[in-house]
């Protein structure tokens, strides 16, 4: 006889039978009573439960975090160093960051400065707690982002971070911050916090606190500041390496139209009258700044372009790295460094005469020295001395070309014929066409160049120029004289540009710094890119063969064997003179121009060295060769270009680089 089926208890009848022996659970999840969908949705009570728990656990932890920090009694600002700067063999070159800094009392801060601090970076200083929640979420999802996380945070946070912690962007310093910062805010006045934050905070030009930023701007103590001056202080606070108008015209825009909006926001904010902004609405240039005697020389100029490199491969900003504390390994050559800038100074000084010729004054050179096997800056001279004249002339755009950029419109030809084949068959010798194309390097004859980029296209020659090296920011309109130099690389990147001939068409990008340490620990992210195909090695070769052509018949291989070189001459008629040369081991580019101080357009070149100097076209050779060890007086083929024939004849502008562009205004480059 078969049993009867055993029936399946309801949920309800489970649930009462759990109550009666005593076992029902403490957490009805998922609930027994419930079926399909609703046996997954919480209960009131379950969600009730949980946001309580939440709510005691976070303030728990607020409890035991607020317990456990405490207000540090050493300062971070008593323990900064200097950053120490190497040349590539290991030997020191520098030592940079003796901290500029004079503490003046609150009394010695004008209010101007303090109202525009408070409007520019934390309007609710006077009322808030001292930390601001919104900005720390804002932190925390920049920092998972990689960014910055300064935003967002208050004035007494900053003055926290400044004072008593790193400058690491890491969540164990962000937490300290938070509860210092609160602690502070309750145990000190909010008078003396701005103090201490207008003491300790990096205001650009190696000065730290209102006092020496005072001086370094205006050349006044704090106390003399007025609004306009206060305002832009302020600006600088947000990055003085993007706020300092000295520093480029891009940064000079950026300057004034947050000067204004200070001042505009202080209005807002009820701490300037509408009358009293009336008063202030011219700009208040500030003075030229001035230099360490540590960084005279060339030793500015290398050390600018070491922590331009740093700041951009690392995401170390410059006030960051202004707190001292590094070790910076660069690529420079001590001896290198030193060739160049007596090169340059016996071949001008032999050479010019500013005192008797009006035309031989403010004539600048700027020259690099690259290593083509992996882009490594060996030497630059940036100027006469980095204490006097701050724009580095070989980190500079701005400068026409001239004829050395025809080789990129020689390498596009030859790659665009060897692409162009049915089968990409192999070319070992130049063609035909090239003889021609050599000899006008030699005179600087623009027709040829001028019908080439008629024939293989403007586009082909920039990106062929961009692939080796230059810049595309450096590139001048598409137009008839693109293909005869109107394009403005720095010298750097010219250098830099033709390495890739010497190097099989493999390009490096330049770098100058190969290890930084701090504190024993290594600073990532300068791992240095592979190199990159920026053409073939056969159609490398075969430029390679042409300007080593147009070395032989300069003269050039006669001073320095197996060299290849390309110089401007006698039809290169725009305001600047170059020469690139380049050997198996490095690659030089030097340029030579006129620009008075504080003025962004150049001079013209006629005159300068006297009637035989080809507008000043002979010294870059000279100083090359002086460089690589020969003292003589190097001499360019003086033969004039022959015009072209009409049936071969170029619109007329194409003969002239003076009427066919206008000179670039000089600003700072980017390596």
Sequence with gaps: ?????????????????????????????????????????????????????????????????????SIPNELAAARQEANVYYWADGSQMTAVGAVNRQIVPLSQIPVPMRNAVVAAENASFYSDPGVSLTGELRAVVNMTKGQDVQGG??????????????????????????????????????DLILQGYLNTSWFGRQAYGIQ???????????????????????????????????????NHARAVLRWSWILDREVASGLMTPAERNKYRTFPEPRKESVATSMSGQTGYLVNVADAYITKRTGLAAKDLARGGYRIHTTFEKDKVRRLEQAVRDVTGAGLDPKKRATDRDVQVGAATVRPRDGALLALYGGSDATRHFTDNADTSGVPAGSVFKPFALAALIGGQRDASPVRRSLKTPPPELTDMQSALVTSAHAPFVQLGKSIGWVAIRNTAVKAGLLRSSMAPLEQTFPIGTSTPSAIRTADAYATFANNGAQNDPYSVTRVVRHGKKVG??????????????????????????????????????????ATGAADLTKSA??????????????????????????????????????????????????????????????????????????????????????????????
């Design 1 to 69: 006889m078969r049993k009867p089926a055993m029936r399946k208890p309801s949920p309800s009848e489970r649930t009462h039978r759990a109550t009666r022996s005593g076992r029902r659970r403490p957490i009805d999840y998922p609930r027994r009573d419930r079926r399909g969908l609703r046996r997954w949705l919480p209960s009131w009570r379950l969600l009730l439960g949980g946001f309580l728990l939440s709510v005691g656990a976070l303030c728990g932890l607020f409890a035991y975090g607020y317990a456990q920090v």
């Design 153 to 190: 945070s208050t004035i007494t946070q900053q003055f926290v971070k400044n004072t008593y912690l790193s400058q690491d962007q890491t969540y164990t310093r962000k937490i300290r911050e938070f509860f210092i910062s609160l602690k502070l805010s309750r145990t000190t006045s909010k």
């Design 212 to 250: 020496a930023a005072a001086y370094a701007y205006y050349g006044i103590p704090a106390k003399d500041l007025d609004p306009g001056q206060a305002a832009l202080l302020a600006a600088t606070l947000k990055g003085a390496e993007q706020y300092d108008p000295s520093l480029g015209a891009a």
């Design 525 to 566: 992210g300068l791992q240095h890119p592979r190199a990159r195909t920026a053409f073939s090695p056969e159609v490398a070769a075969i430029v390679d063969k042409v300007l080593h052509g147009v070395a032989y018949q300069n003269g050039t291989q006669a001073i320095v064997p197996d060299a290849a070189s390309v």
């Design 578 to 671: 170059w020469f690139v040369g380049y050997t198996e081991d490095q690659s030089t580019a030097i340029t030579l121009f006129r620009n008075k101080p504080g003025q962004a357009r150049l001079l013209p070149l006629t005159g300068v060295g006297g009637p035989d100097s080809l507008r000043g076209n002979v010294f870059p050779p000279r100083i090359w060769a002086h460089f690589m060890g020969h003292t003589g007086n190097f001499e360019l083929n003086r033969t004039e270009p022959t015009e072209p024939t009409a049936s071969a004849k170029p619109d007329p502008a194409a003969r002239s680089e003076s009427t066919s562009t206008t000179p670039q205004p000089i600003t700072p480059g980017k390596d």
